[in-house]
């Protein structure tokens, strides 16, 4: 039973250049008991933010069998007036008792003026803005004492005010922070749809950036407003909440072909499918790896 | 325009249900308008923060149904929105919000409800600790035993009410829909939530027994909670009902103070 939070037992697992699975409460017990054969979870941090209870007894039992990535939803490294400090420090709790192998976090903002509205939201990308971000990157990894990572939003409107490319922007936060980069190929697949740009681009404008990570998700496509927008090719919204599509199992090949085989999510978080479903789509992306991933070293 | 005020624009924007001169100033449109992209953001922040009050209070979505529970919901997270960056603390001031909630005047025991599914909530989150067995009261003398003060483990929450929300509790925890419209008889309600191991635990009680924990948890002796009882039932049978509670594994500690 966890008394409180301690360091106990739990050492720090490299994550396999695998595919890993988003880690919902609704799985907890087939993990516990038949011990799928998955490279590593992830965890929303924000889900594990209470003091104890069932929530931090099944994430230790996991955290002995597995490698952790955690994943932050509601830090808001973008946030003009800074960031929580108690949110901060509850963090760097967690991330030292649970010692997860990679740390991550969106380029977005959920916060301001004390109130947290649980999306993430887009940020323009200025010079201002810039400096906003990496200052509170340096801040959280100087807390945490290690680098984190930080995610490409997926987005689904752009402000006046935005002067910088999106990939520009990422790679002047890596070399402003030292921060790594998560790829999440879905949410490039959505922003192109929504903003008429080529994903491959994107992804190769983005080749000599640190990506430590990738993600892959399901999206759809919001019927209303190619409704009330006919001449528009429509919004498509990133909800992690179906397979991923086939365009994007595409733009995927090419990502690990480009920057070589990496850790890879799958997630998954509303209309929760039975774990098992979780694990097929790991055993894609593994075979992609393999395929592409084998190519390009036997080709180098 | 600076972060800030784009920040503070926003965020208003979201709130509120037509607030649209921020999109017209900040967005870009085009073939889709700004208000329409702002939209999808205010349409996810309603959305995801009412899913993450009906999972904090599924008894009071299955009483009001889905229709009148997405409206408050929508109500409550305008005027209450998340103050910190984890929805496991979102949701406290449901109850206090249903009070003074016009259109659930109609259903007076929701508050109430709506705050035993909080404790539930915080029990389920709460700091973990081993409850105490009946057997270190062996460790002290009989002297001290009148004296002593029972600390609660750490998620014992006590709840009462002036309507029966024990009965509408059980009717919300069955699987199965009620055939027929529930008749339930007016009555007050009192109790004791908490978690001894992995699981919630949801206690009934008499009013004697909760007035009881009640002055215990407000640091009274034994004596005084005692007292407290027996001014409400003189017949308040003291041994059985504590060495009920403490093999229940409600008690963290127990000490004497000289």
């Not at chain 1, 697992?13 to 993990?31: N, S």
């Amino acid at each position: 039973m966890a008394s409180s939070l301690n360091t106990d037992g739990l050492t720090q697992r490299p994550i396999p250049v695998r595919a890993g699975v988003g880690l919902k409460a609704q799985h907890y017990g087939e993990i516990l008991e038949t011990s799928p054969d998955l490279g590593w979870f992830e965890v929303h941090t924000e889900n594990y933010m209470g003091a104890g209870g069932p929530p931090h007894q099944y994430l230790e039992t996991i955290a002995a069998r597995y490698p952790l990535s955690f994943h932050g939803v509601g830090l808001s490294l973008g946030s003009a007036d800074g960031l929580d400090p108690a949110h901060l420090k509850r963090k760097k709790e967690l991330v030292d008792k649970y010692r997860p192998a990679l740390v991550s976090e969106h380029l977005s903002w959920s916060s301001f003026g004390g109130n947290y509205l649980n999306d993430l939201l887009p940020l323009p990308y200025t010079q201002e803005t810039l400096e906003v971000i990496a200052d509170h990157l340096r801040q959280t990894q100087d807390t945490l004492g290690r680098q984190i990572l930080i995610e490409n939003p997926s987005t689904y409107l752009q402000y006046e005010d935005s002067v910088i490319p999106e990939t520009d922007f990422l790679i002047m936060l890596a070399e402003l922070s030292e921060c790594g980069v998560l790829l999440d190929v879905n949410n490039i697949y959505v922003s192109a749809w929504n903003h008429r740009f080529d994903p491959r681009t994107y992804m190769n404008e983005l080749k000599d950036a640190p990506v430590h990570e990738m993600h892959l998700a399901g999206h759809h496509f919001n019927t209303e407003i190619i409704q009330d927008f006919p001449q528009s090719r429509g919004l498509r919204i990133d909800d992690h909440g179906s397979p991923v599509m086939k365009d994007v199992w595409a733009l995927y090949e090419e990502a690990i072909a480009l920057f070589g085989p990496t850790p890879t999510l799958i997630e998954w978080d509303t209309n929760i499918p039975g774990l098992s479903v979780l694990m097929g789509e790991g055993q894609k992306a593994e075979a992609v790896m393999s395929k592409i991933g084998g190519k390009r070293h036997a080709a180098a | 325009m600076q972060l800030r005020d784009l920040q503070s624009g926003f965020k208003q924007a979201l709130l509120s249900k037509d607030h649209n001169d921020f999109a017209s100033q900040a967005i870009a449109g085009g073939e889709i308008t700004a208000t329409a992209r702002l939209q999808v953001h205010r349409n996810n922040v309603i959305i995801t923060l009412t899913e993450a009050l009906k999972a904090t209070y599924p008894a009071i979505d299955r009483l009001v149904g889905c229709e009148f529970f997405e409206a408050l919901a929508a109500e409550f997270i305008r005027n209450h929105p998340p103050t910190r960056g984890t929805l496991i603390a979102y949701g406290g001031e449901f109850g206090a919000f249903l009070d003074g909630f016009e259109p659930a005047q109609q259903l007076p025991y929701l508050a109430d409800m709506a705050r035993l599914e909080w404790a539930w909530n915080e029990a389920f989150h709460s700091a973990d600790a081993a409850p105490i067995s009946g057997a270190i009261l062996s460790d002290f003398t009989p002297e001290q035993i009148p004296n002593l003060h029972f600390n609660l483990l750490p998620s014992a929450r006590l709840i009462s009410s002036s309507y029966p929300i024990d009965k509408l509790w059980e009717l919300t925890q069955a699987t199965d829909e009620p055939d027929d419209a529930i008749e339930i008889e007016p009555g007050e309600a009192h109790i004791l939530v908490y978690r001894p191991e992995m699981d919630v635990t949801v206690l009934f009680l008499k009013p004697p027994a909760f007035h009881f924990l009640v002055a215990l948890n407000e640091n009274k002796t034994l004596t005084g909670a005692y007292e407290a009882a027996a001014e409400i039932d003189p017949q308040f049978d003291l041994q059985s009902t504590l060495s009920d509670l403490m093999s229940g594994g409600l008690f963290a500690s127990v000490r004497s103070v000289e």
